[in-house]
């Protein structure tokens, strides 16, 4: 039998029958060969994969792993790290491998701005809620690469993202809030105490207005004084 490739993502080999992608899936014009009636490891591996995951107050809760950003370098995982298959004593639900170091927003933010050696694939989940590795686009320039944003392959031109994430984190600085600064509908009171600095950043920033990359440069971007929040 000649060798398959993989149904969702079209790499080889693809050992797996396609009949493992679960009814529940919803992406399948997403698919990358059509045709095919087969999966490779990766994707037959995410689709089932649930998680243990110890939350600050201690406690443990089952995450999919539609919820994960992933950070690939040279076709091995680096983010999140999953551990050994566990049982969690006075839990029910199962036997999982524990997940832990998820991906901040933060932490996305610094893959941007430095990114590993390549290849390397990026993916971003937005919403939590799709299975977004199998369609992972591969960066093979840090200077200039693509990675996958929720379902939407995004090109970063590093000192493009990286003027437009100074602009964005500079409005924050002056207090408005994310809402305000990607929708362009700022508050008069905000305005009247900060509109000699804005106009400057704000006409910068129309041009990528409703674009995915201003909406990637959203979720990472950061107050100076709270560059570490978490997932929200
Ligand atoms: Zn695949």
């Not at 999140?80 to 999982?96: D, Q």
């Not at 390549?118 to 200039?144: C, I, N």
Request: aromatic letters at 12%.
């Amino acid at each position: 039998m000649p060798s398959a490739e993989c149904y969702l993502c079209a790499r080889r080999p693809a050992p797996h029958p396609r009949s493992q992608v679960p009814e529940t899936f919803t992406a399948h014009a997403f698919a990358r060969s059509q045709e095919s009636d087969s999966l490779c490891e990766r994707c037959a591996w995410v689709l089932k994969l649930r998680c243990w995951y110890q939350k600050t107050d201690g406690n443990w809760s089952i995450l999919f792993a539609r919820a994960f950003s992933w950070l690939w370098v040279n076709s091995q995982l680096v983010v999140p790290t999953i551990g050994p298959e566990l049982s969690i004593a006075g839990k029910r639900g199962g036997t999982f491998p524990v997940v832990s170091n998820l991906a901040t927003r933060s932490d996305i933010r610094g893959w941007l701005l430095e990114p590993p050696t390549p290849p390397f694939e990026m993916v971003v989940a937005q919403s939590g809620q799709k299975h977004t590795l199998p369609f992972a686009v591969t960066g093979w320039d840090r200077e200039y690469f693509a990675l996958l944003f929720e379902m939407d392959t995004v090109w970063i031109r590093k000192t493009q993202l990286r003027g437009l994430l100074e602009i964005y984190e500079s409005l924050l600085d002056l207090g408005f809030s994310k809402t305000e600064i990607d929708t362009g509908e700022y508050r008069g009171e905000r305005l009247a105490k900060s509109l000699t600095p804005w106009w400057p950043l704000e006409e910068k920033i129309v041009p990528y207005r409703g674009s995915r990359l201003l909406e990637l440069v959203s979720f990472v971007a950061g107050r100076s004084i709270t560059k570490d929040t978490t997932n929200a």
